[in-house]
């Protein structure tokens, strides 16, 4: 296989380029901050201008001269992250300064309720703005926005009206007054204006994505004069333009579901038009008011709408700008706790969104997945907390679809990652970040972050380097070349997966719906692989034998979650699929209407199948869908199966942070398998069989190890493997300690009987550095084939017997190859264990972590492996 020559060659590619923020350092200091990335094992860097005081300015340009002659020098490719400030949208403050027109619009929907009839009845419908308030004094500021409408309804409830009394009364308001003689009842007036008052605080003044014209203001003052300053490095060095989480920011939050929050809505120029006069007397229902119904249609319209404008205006202007100039286009949007398809934090449709980047994207901050907390709602820095079922289940999987299903971005999806855990995130979490995303696809990664600011800097901690007091930054280079080894073996191919999963979008718009991530934790829990499929992608797909292909990727089922109603075109297409024989599974009840509110015919739905979300990945199992298969429930086990040109390969990650798996699994080829370990870029056996044409291997793999088995025809089949405990290795320990500054350099020696938390000991409570430990033993015998077991390392191990450095562990199982180092005789032991900055620092950021012990905890054996007959 061709990419598994180049990684054991070390001719892998680079797929990390990390946040690299500025603040107006020192040219040497910027200098070794780019050394620094480069030290790590990473090629590339994102440059990020929101700390630095000058954003294209006389010192701006300094720096970024300074940075590109030594990427230039290096060999390094630099990105950009597109603005000044967080998130993207800003346009440098040019919006507010220069450009108010392109500032973000919103139809605010005001409502205020009245009891009839009187005749020659008049209203203040002035005051709807939610730029009116009353200043301090008490005395009223009005500022007049823009009526686009007046509508009243007759209510039938606290919050519901009766759509067949919508009715148009615009053109009886004068000056801020409505005339308007109000019937018998009780009656709800709402005002609907235009106005760029009442959204996201963090976001006011920031440019409207849904005009083009105001997205080329960004284009003007942050892409061009990049553009002048590099245009010779554009597509050498100066690889493209990141945007961070750009949003419609119409409100604060995650939760901006149409038709459950009450906000405004984006909003642009010209839009009214773009709705009949039947469907104007409707926008009221874009709010929380119900309509016996008929708000479900006019939601979904605005929606579909919308979230095509956005990709189209903010992204496709950004893309076409860049491809155009031989740069790529990249990023993420906010996907947090299912926000990728509502308004507020999202863009309404994640797929829609970024559809026009070079690359998929998400990220990962504030202990957002954290090991084992996979379930329900958990606790963290946000009021309502992490919903850990998307991001275990969703947030990877929705990225790395958009990736495989988009033929422009060749498989690629990265991830921001590693930001803002605290210094309590070490290089162990880091690590079983990394396999969490490289087993669900993520191949290229922007970690968070290299700063190069005076220790401690408090802006989002971990910092990679920290100015040299990160104890762990000397291993960051294990963790980097492992990633870049594995990506590229997951590059240059195809995913191969059996199930096609629909992205909910549409159906959260119209009405009830179950999350896509609810069926895409049984599927992951058992082992069977899928992509997230937007409708706009699955009714193109065509039929061919068994399968519907998109975009020439091959799908065997159809799995849909439950939804009340969805659109006409997918349910039309449904039975496109059934009829050419492809199993269509719909999630505990079929819909009921589409889009327009019309009954579902049920002609359309009739080959498909109604399953239990509770087991109809059992089901699937047992109908022969799975593309493996385990002895046994195994819910913590993941993969994923890549198909080069010239061969299959399989990754498997234990997701479990405590207990070991152990199991058999049955791939969907018969060939022979080898293993590779990313880490010692080395092949090794692994216990197989054939059983009717396909091949079973024997896993075990402990909490947070990983591994990477292919198709080989020329591995040797391995005997399963037996190991023996040769010596059980106790103290006296001769203990000593050295913090990152001071390393390699160690003092305060201490002498300890048993192994036990050195945080626990008096005066290093609050020790971050690395601990060694050295005792001498004796053995009777040469020995072979022995390996040293540390037990429980927090967190990172490096083992030296008789002077020969055994290598460095940084997540368990802390287990070394002792090879020939050890002697009859005596033997001098050297363990090393460094932690991570959690302890010393004690941030806001790490109260929500595990806090760890600190050091080596055993029991540590000598182990002697034979392979049976």
């Not at 119409?250 to 909003?267: D, K, L, Q």
């Not at 591994?707 to 103290?731: D, K, Q, W």
Request: aromatic fraction near 12%; hydrophobic fraction near 35%.
């Amino acid at each position: 296989m061709k990419r598994l020559t180049d990684v054991l060659e070390n001719k892998q590619d680079n797929y990390i380029f990390p946040l690299f923020w500025i603040h107006g350092e020192e040219e040497e200091i910027l200098r070794e901050a780019v050394g620094k990335v480069q030290d790590a094992g990473i090629q590339a860097l994102c440059v990020e201008s929101r700390p630095h005081p000058d954003f294209v300015g006389e010192l701006w340009w300094r720096d970024m001269d300074i940075i590109m002659d030594e990427a230039r020098n290096r060999g390094m490719k630099v990105w950009l992250l597109d603005d000044s400030h967080f998130p993207t949208g800003y346009a440098n403050g040019k919006i507010v300064s220069e450009y108010p027109q392109h500032a973000k619009k919103y139809l605010k929907i005001h409502q205020l309720d009245f009891v009839g009839p009187l005749k020659d009845s008049s209203f203040l419908v002035k005051w709807g703005s939610p730029g009116n308030r009353m200043s301090l004094d008490l005395k009223p500021v009005p500022i007049q926005d823009e009526i686009l409408g007046i509508v009243a309804a007759r209510r039938t409830g606290e919050n519901s009206v009766d759509p067949l009394t919508l009715q148009d009364v615009t053109s009886f308001e004068k000056n801020g007054v409505l005339y308007w003689d109000i019937p018998e009842g009780d009656w709800r007036i709402f005002i609907m204006l235009q106005t760029v008052h009442g959204g996201e605080p963090h976001t006011d003044g920031y440019l409207n994505p849904l005009d083009p014209e105001a997205v080329k203001v960004l284009i003007e003052e942050v892409y061009e004069p990049h553009y002048q300053h590099y245009k010779h490095d554009f597509g050498k060095t100066f690889a493209g333009f990141f945007s961070d989480e750009p949003r419609f920011g119409n409100m604060h939050g995650a939760f901006g579901a149409i038709g459950r929050a009450e906000m405004v809505f984006p909003w642009k120029e010209g839009l009214l038009e773009k709705f009949t006069p039947e469907e104007r007397l409707q926008l009221p229902l874009l709010s929380t008011v119900e309509g016996q119904g008929t708000e479900h249609s006019i939601r979904y319209k605005y929606m579909d709408m919308i979230s095509r404008m956005y990709g189209e205006s903010f992204t496709g202007t950004l893309a076409a700008w860049c491809r155009e100039r031989g740069v790529e286009y990249i990023g993420h949007l906010i996907e947090d706790n299912n926000a990728h398809a509502r308004l507020g934090y999202g863009a309404g449709h994640f797929f829609r969104a970024i559809w026009e980047q070079d690359m998929s994207g998400i990220d990962v901050v504030l202990n957002q997945i954290m090991p084992g907390m996979d379930k329900g709602t958990f606790k963290s820095m946000t009021a309502k907390g992490w919903d850990g079922e998307f991001f275990h289940y969703g947030l990877a999987k929705m990225g790395t679809s958009l990736g495989h299903l988009d033929p422009k971005k060749n498989n690629r999806t990265l991830c921001e990652v590693y930001g803002a855990y605290g210094w309590a995130e070490g290089i162990k979490l880091m690590k079983w970040i990394t396999d969490h995303m490289l087993v669900r696809g993520v191949t290229h990664f922007v970690p968070h972050a290299f700063s190069p600011k005076e220790f401690p800097d408090p802006d989002c901690p971990p910092h990679l380097d920290a100015r040299g007091h990160n104890p762990q930054y000397r291993f960051m280079r294990e963790l980097f070349n492992y990633l870049n080894r594995v990506s590229h073996l997951l590059n240059g191919g195809e995913h191969v997966a059996p199930v096609g999963l629909l992205y909910h979008a549409e159906a959260e718009w119209l009405g009830d719906y179950m999350l896509f991530q609810k069926p895409a934790r049984e599927l992951m829990q058992h082992q069977i692989d899928f992509d997230v499929i937007p409708v706009d992608l699955i009714v193109e797909a065509e039929p061919e034998g068994n399968e519907y292909k998109i975009n020439g990727k091959a799908f065997r089922v159809l799995v849909i979650p439950y939804a009340e109603a969805l659109p006409q075109r997918l349910l039309t297409q449904v039975k496109t699929l059934t009829d050419a024989g492809i199993p269509v599974y719909f999630m505990d009840g079929l819909p009921v209407r589409n889009e327009y509110g019309e009954a579902v015919d049920p002609l359309l739905l009739a080959g498909a199948a109604i399953k239990k979300l509770s087991d109809f990945a059992v089901q699937l199992q047992e109908e022969g869908i799975s593309d493996i298969r385990t002895s046994e429930f195994q819910p913590y086990l993941r993969y994923y199966h890549y198909q080069q040109k010239d061969g299959n390969l399989y990754m498997f990650f234990n997701e479990d942070p405590y207990r070991i798996i152990e199991t058999k699994v049955t791939l969907s080829t018969g060939k022979q398998i080898a293993a590779y370990d990313g880490f010692d870029n080395r092949l090794k056996s692994i216990p197989q069989t054939l059983e009717n044409g396909k091949r079973i291997v024997s896993l075990k793999l402990h909490p947070y190890e990983s591994i990477v088995v292919f198709e080989s025809e020329e591995a040797v089949e391995a005997g399963r493997e037996t190991v023996n405990e040769l010596a059980n290795i106790h103290g006296p320990w001769n203990i000593s300690f050295s913090t990152a500054e001071a390393y390699p350099h160690f003092s305060s020696q201490i002498v300890l009987d048993s192994l036990q938390d050195i945080s626990r000991l008096e005066g290093r409570e609050r020790f971050s550095g690395t601990v060694r430990y050295e005792l001498s033993i004796d053995l009777e015998e040469e020995v072979e084939d022995v390996r040293i077991d540390l037990g429980r390392v927090y967190e990172v191990a490096e083992v030296t017997i008789n002077g020969r450095d055994l290598g460095v562990k940084i997540c368990p199982p802390y287990i070394v190859e002792v090879g020939d180092a050890l002697r009859k005789g005596k033997n001098e032991i050297i363990i090393e264990v460094t932690n991570n900055l959690g302890k010393q620092e004690q941030d806001f950021l790490s109260q929500y972590m595990i806090q760890e012990p600190t050091g080596l905890f055993g029991p540590v054996r000598l182990l002697k492996s034979y392979l049976a007959e």
